[in-house]
């Protein structure tokens, strides 16, 4: 259950940034033929948002459920917004703006509710005013939306989020990598019947195992031009870790994979694992790579002993990067 939507979704689902923009070419072709391979897997819950592409991705998204029955379909689309404010201040989060932001989303979606919106990692200060979620529960009231949530860059910031009565779901990095979350955010969420989509799984594919340090991405990829948080928060481009940490600490990551697994179904699955998480929703650029994390949700729980060497390789490689900075 996705937390106050009350939506059945599958733990695996579809992230769709990369539909849009900032992975490197994908063309629509071909992510038609993701979202075919994704949803042909099992896969019902579709993450999206407005500056995808400038809207590509919720075009795309929209046109293929329409194709696959729309409402009748069984899947859930979840958009974002915001991140359309220019400057991007608090100020701008009103009521007269998540409409229009609302309204452009509808059309490229084809829809006249939204399954879930989500604030698309707001500045801090959004996340403790009064209006934001009274302008929230307008749009539900008035129909456009059925249920809203929150992405969030920050543990904080999520428990702000959490602690408000008509939230239903909170988006936040949660990994491998980032293993922040655990302490606070799941078990709040749970006690509030909030709802957990946890990003960016597999650390910007650092957690697939296929990356070595001399692996290099197309200039329009965010792996390329964020590095550095250029563009926007650093946390979303390989979890904040650095390149050449991440591919050392991703190899020890790659000996624990289970035989006739793959290290991206390996770290799926603890993310699976983790009592309160109620969709993980990775990219892909191919629909093989749709289909093997959709396959993840079949893996058998991670043994002890192997979520215990995951959490050693995060202390001693990764913790001192990131843990004190989201």
């Known amino acids: ?17 990369q539909l849009g923009a900032d992975w490197g070419d994908v063309t629509e072709d071909t992510a ?11 896969v019902t819950f579709l993450d999206t948002a407005d500056v995808y592409g ?71 200060e959004v996340f403790g005013r009064d209006a934001t979620y009274d302008a929230l529960d307008t749009l539900v009231d008035e129909g456009r939306i059925a249920a809203y949530g929150v992405s969030v860059e920050t543990v ?5 989020a959490i602690a408000r009565p008509n939230v239903a779901s909170v ?43 001399h692996t290099t991405f197309a200039a329009d990829d965010h792996r390329t031009y964020n590095r550095q948080g250029e563009a926007f928060d650093v946390g979303e481009t390989f979890s904040g870790v650095p390149f ?13 994979t289970p035989e006739g697994a793959t290290t991206a179904q390996l770290a799926l699955r603890w993310i699976i ?20 994390n959709a396959d993840a949700a079949a893996l058998a729980p991670l043994p002890a002993a192997t979520q215990d060497a995951l959490a050693s390789i995060y202390d001693e490689r990764i913790r001192a990067h990131v843990h004190d900075r989201w």
């Open 1 to 17: 259950m996705l937390g106050r939507t009350g939506r059945s979704v599958g733990v695996v689902g579809l992230g769709c940034w």
């Open 32 to 42: 038609v033929e993701i979202l075919a391979a994704a949803v042909d897997s099992g």
């Open 54 to 124: 400038d809207g590509r991705s919720e075009r795309l998204v929209g046109t293929f459920v329409a194709a696959r029955g729309g409402a009748a379909s069984g899947l859930t689309v979840a958009t974002k917004m915001g991140r359309r404010a220019d400057p991007h201040v608090a100020d701008a989060y009103t009521l007269d703006a998540f409409r229009a932001w609302n309204d452009r989303s509808r059309e490229n979606l084809g829809v006249e509710t939204i399954d879930l919106v989500q604030l698309h990692c707001p500045p801090t």
């Open 156 to 160: 904080d910031e999520a428990l702000a």
């Open 171 to 213: 988006q936040i990095i949660l990994n491998a990598f980032r293993r922040k979350p655990l302490e606070q955010v799941l078990p709040a969420a749970a006690a509030a019947g909030v709802g957990i989509i946890a990003r960016v799984p597999l650390a910007s594919g650092l957690l697939s195992g296929k990356y070595d340090e």
């Open 244 to 256: 050449d940490v991440g591919v050392a600490a991703a190899r020890e990551v790659a000996a624990l």
């Open 273 to 292: 694992d983790q009592p309160g998480v109620s969709v993980v929703i990775p990219g892909a650029r191919t629909p093989d790579q749709a289909r093997g």
